[in-house]
């Protein structure tokens, strides 16, 4: 798929991000639209999934460990037509299936996840299952960096170096903000970089909203032998709405009617643009 293409999707992913918070007056829209790119260049042009295979134990699997983002997930799987517009738009609702938090009743999700820290241990698990049972698929994981402050993700970073996990990626959505300020500020995980090397880590560093330094990292990933990856993925908190972006006050908080109205707006003329 061409970028011109996966821009479309992009914008489209967005939009249903705006529309879900908004109907739910309840979700995650900040870090939600930081992961867009990092997602859809996953699911439309790296990872194996597709409606034949989707329901395969034996494919490429993905775990969002900040799974707080489902709204970003979803949005893709819809577009993967793994979830129509109207269950999307049950978002949060009593008795709906699209959850707050993944969960693995959807078709196209592979982990339910919610807990913080715990999504890249599931994400080590699978690859090490791959490992053992001499299976060459791979796992992607995306991880928070405010998540990054739970010392699981240290114990799972640790676990993968050892077993030589090569099969595993994990991005790092590195927007600098979680829903109490700067990262810096609130238990400060950085500099990233040289811990995960220091911990066995081959570490690629990208901005996360570029397809093409994306598409080279996920490649460069698969050449490296012995180590697993992870993608420091430079990003930008509430990308795409302008009145969102780099505020950390839109973390957890919906857009009311009006504010959606506005984003959608701008995401469109993006789009037309």
């Keep these: 798929m061409n970028q011109t293409e996966m821009k479309k999707i992009a914008a489209e992913v967005r939009k249903n991000i705006i529309r879900m918070t908004c109907a739910a ?11 867009v790119e990092i997602l859809v260049s996953l699911y439309f042009n790296e990872m194996n999934i597709t409606e034949e295979n989707v329901d395969d134990v034996c494919r490429d699997k993905f775990v969002l460990s900040k799974g707080h983002a489902s709204p970003v997930l979803y949005s893709v799987l819809k577009e993967k037509g793994f979830i129509s517009q109207e269950d999307l ?6 008795n709906s299936h699209i959850q707050g938090h993944p969960n693995m009743s959807i078709k ?9 820290g715990q999504g890249l241990s599931c994400a080590v698990g699978m690859a090490l299952s791959y490992k ?3 299976q060459d ?3 992607y994981a995306l991880v928070g960096d405010g998540e990054s402050e739970e010392g699981q993700i240290w114990e799972a970073a640790m676990a993968a170096a050892h077993y030589k996990l090569d099969n595993l990626v994990a991005i790092l959505d590195f927007n600098g903000l979680q829903i109490d300020g700067k990262i810096t500020d609130v238990m400060n995980p950085t500099p990233f970089d040289t811990k995960f090397r220091a911990f066995g880590w081959n ?17 460069a990933a698969r050449e490296c032998k012995g180590q697993p990856t ?6 930008v908190k509430g990308k795409g709405v302008s009145f969102m972006e780099n505020k950390a006050n839109w973390h957890g908080v919906a857009p009311k ?14 789009i037309n643009g």
């Design 132 to 134: 053992i049972h001499h």
């Design 257 to 270: 009617p009006e504010e959606a109205e506005a984003a959608i707006q701008e995401l469109e003329a993006q």
């Design 137 to 139: 698929f791979r796992v």
């Design 89 to 94: 738009m049950t978002f949060r609702k009593i």
């Design 230 to 235: 992870l993608i420091l993925a430079h990003t």
């Design 108 to 116: 196209g999700v592979d982990m339910s996840t919610g807990s913080l």
């Design 25 to 35: 007056q309840s979700g995650h829209p900040g870090g939600s639209l930081s992961a």
């Design 203 to 219: 570490v690629i560093e990208v901005d996360g909203h570029d397809y093409d330094q994306l598409e080279n990292a996920y490649a």
